[in-house]
């Protein structure tokens, strides 16, 4: 077998041949074949398999520059998802559905992405002394740091792409549909940020097409995640919804009682209120509420069970949740609107 190469590229990749050799001695190969043709841009082996327009081979001939190759599978009437990244298997081409540029493929640029370890955060300075909550909330974010990286979606590698320096990568295009329709096909980018805005402002339309499989699986739905933070934030579900929802769902009491806050929905807030730890992501809530009722409430909650409502102390029991300080109250309109998804 020839020896790699990729010098036209500075990829390290196989030769031509060797993929064509390939794909002739092992068909079963033959989409693993032109996902390689995609990321090394060989146009014409691509061109002369039989294989369906692939929605992972067409975003990795994106990422790779292999622009021929893309054009040719957008310019089918229909493409098709064979590859599932997230699972790392190849479903059969004869049952694959239809499917569109979704941002689901770890093309090439991510797995050579590379981060730094870091210092896991410190809540605690290093004199001793506790932070003030002004301190704390300035420092909030660190604590998603906290095991010292980030987890990588795609850790292909096993290792979390930790390097001796970081490699970053290009500015995200996906950035710029944080204020706008979704289109058909999304542009080549990391669309997390999307899916925890959609998450965090009750876009459940939005949230259902951008969400990842490996999200989907655990025990929350679409709707439960969105009900974790404010439930229903942009109109509001029906107050019997959220009563049978803490009822049901003992675990979602809190997001229930904010969500009242939230709503103005004073009796249910009264039926909640009894079984309540009042915190300071509900005092927040409340304190960016027309009615008195709520913070007088919560605060006397809190007052008759001895409890401490401080920023830092919510936050040690819930170090990963600082994002709930804020309320939807706080953030402009123009991210609320509803979510139109254009098909050209």
């Known amino acids: 077998m020839p020896a790699l190469m990729g010098a036209s590229r500075g990829l ?26 995609a990321v090394a841009g060989y146009t014409n082996l691509y ?24 054009a040719h599978i957008m310019a089918q009437p229909a493409r098709y998802a064979v590859f599932d990244d997230y699972y790392r298997v190849i479903n059969s081409p004869k049952t694959s559905k239809q499917a569109q540029l979704n941002g689901d493929t770890a093309v090439r640029s991510k797995v ?6 870091r210092l896991p955060s410190r ?59 979704l289109p058909h096909d999304l542009p080549a980018g990391d669309k997390d940020l999307l899916i925890l805005m959609a998450a965090y402002y009750g876009d459940i339309d939005r949230y259902v097409r951008l969400r990842r499989p490996k999200m989907v ?25 959220y009563r ?28 909640l209120i009894a079984d309540t730890e009042p915190n300071a992501f509900l005092i927040s809530e409340a304190r960016n509420s027309s009615n008195p009722k709520y913070l007088a409430a919560l605060t006397a909650r809190a007052k008759e069970l001895g409890v401490d409502t401080s920023i830092i102390a919510t936050l040690d029991k819930n170090p990963c949740c600082g994002w709930k300080m804020y309320s939807v109250r706080q953030s402009g309109p123009s991210m609320r609107r ?6 050209s």
């Open 12 to 37: 390290n990749v196989a030769s031509e041949e060797t993929y064509r050799e390939l794909a002739r001695r092992y068909p079963s190969l033959t989409y693993q074949v032109a996902r390689a043709c």
């Open 47 to 70: 061109l002369n398999l039989d294989v369906l327009p692939e929605v992972s081979i067409a975003e990795e001939a994106r990422d790779a520059g292999s622009h021929a190759i893309f």
């Open 112 to 117: 050579q992405r590379k981060q730094k370890f």
């Open 123 to 181: 809540l605690i300075n290093a004199e001793g002394g506790s932070e003030t909550d002004d301190d704390f909330l300035a420092d909030v974010w660190e604590l998603f740091g906290g095991d010292g990286y980030d987890e990588m979606m795609f850790n292909i590698t096993e290792d979390q792409n930790i390097g001796e320096s970081e490699v970053g990568i290009d500015p995200d295009p996906m950035l710029e549909l944080l204020r706008s329709p």
């Open 217 to 241: 699986k655990r025990r929350t739905s679409a709707s439960s995640v969105v009900s974790t933070t404010t439930p229903s934030l942009q109109s509001g579900a029906h107050p019997d919804t």
């Open 244 to 271: 049978a929802l803490a009822g049901l769902q003992p675990e979602m009491h809190e997001a229930c009682i904010r969500a009242a806050i939230y709503a103005d929905y004073d009796k249910l807030f009264d039926e």
């Open 338 to 343: 509803p979510n139109i998804t254009v098909f």
